[in-house]
């Protein structure tokens, strides 16, 4: 069997020596990377920063990374707080800026902030134009839309925002390939790696530079594009 991957880093929104590394690394180990901005924030320097030299695409991060959850529940841009109307108007112009920005660049595919979106906002989703939706966890079946998620957060977001380290990482990619291996998952989801460029320490550097070099050298690994997975282009 193959064990298939993808990457996506989290909260573009202009050209900075973070992103640089990162496009360093996917062109140096010619793995696909996903960017999933955030349209309401995003500068024209990033499109120019694209322009030639990298294969990366760009997902939908919501609208502006805001949280409009109750102070009772987990923060939530995309949550069912709102009216749809008002909802789908936001995603759209995010969609039509980026779409301005990064043209065929930009693939119809929402990953919401906070990995987090409601049942009401998911079925709209088709209607709204978009063909994907990625957040985190093994995927289900149903909703109405294609979704590959991610599974391996290299961040400790809840111990100070450092590594979560070797182990911790490398059980969460191997959880999911057991899994899979195993049918108790959607065995044809591939192990996505999640990134945040803006927020890594050295470690984290480190990490993914040995990590893609030894998935890249092993013969039953498989590196996968976004606009592939959501059958886009």
């Keep these: 069997m193959t064990a298939t991957f993808w990457w996506r880093d989290d909260d573009a929104v202009m050209p900075t020596p973070t992103l640089d590394r990162l496009l360093s690394l996917s062109a140096r180990h010619e793995v696909p ?16 920063r ?16 805001a949280n409009h959850a109750p102070e009772s529940e987990k923060k939530a841009e995309l949550g069912d707080h709102r009216p749809p109307a008002m909802i789908g108007e936001e995603l ?14 930009f693939l119809p595919v929402l990953t919401p902030p906070w990995n987090r979106i409601g ?20 995927r289900k079946a149903g909703g109405g839309i294609a979704r590959t998620n ?12 450092d590594f979560a380290g070797d182990r911790a990482v490398l059980d969460a990619v191997c959880r999911h390939l ?3 291996r195993a049918g108790t998952v959607d065995s044809d989801e591939p192990t996505g790696l999640l990134t945040h460029h803006l927020d890594h320490d050295a470690e984290s550097w480190d990490f993914i530079d040995r990590f893609l070099i030894r998935t890249r050298s092993h013969p039953a690994v498989s590196w ?9 282009g």
């Design 119 to 138: 049942p009401q906002t998911t079925a709209a989703l088709p209607g709204w134009g978009y063909a994907g939706l990625s957040t985190f966890g093994p």
């Design 33 to 48: 990377l996903a960017l999933a901005v955030i349209p309401a924030f995003v500068e024209d320097g990033l499109a120019g």
């Design 92 to 105: 759209g112009r995010g969609a039509a800026r980026l779409r301005t920005l990064f043209g065929e660049r």
């Design 178 to 180: 057991a899994a899979r």
């Design 50 to 65: 694209l322009e030639g030299g990298t294969t990366a695409t760009i997902l939908q991060h919501g609208w502006a990374h």
């Design 150 to 161: 991610t599974h391996a957060d290299i961040i400790d977001w809840r111990g100070g925002r």
């Design 224 to 232: 996968r594009s976004a606009a592939t997975l959501f059958d886009i």
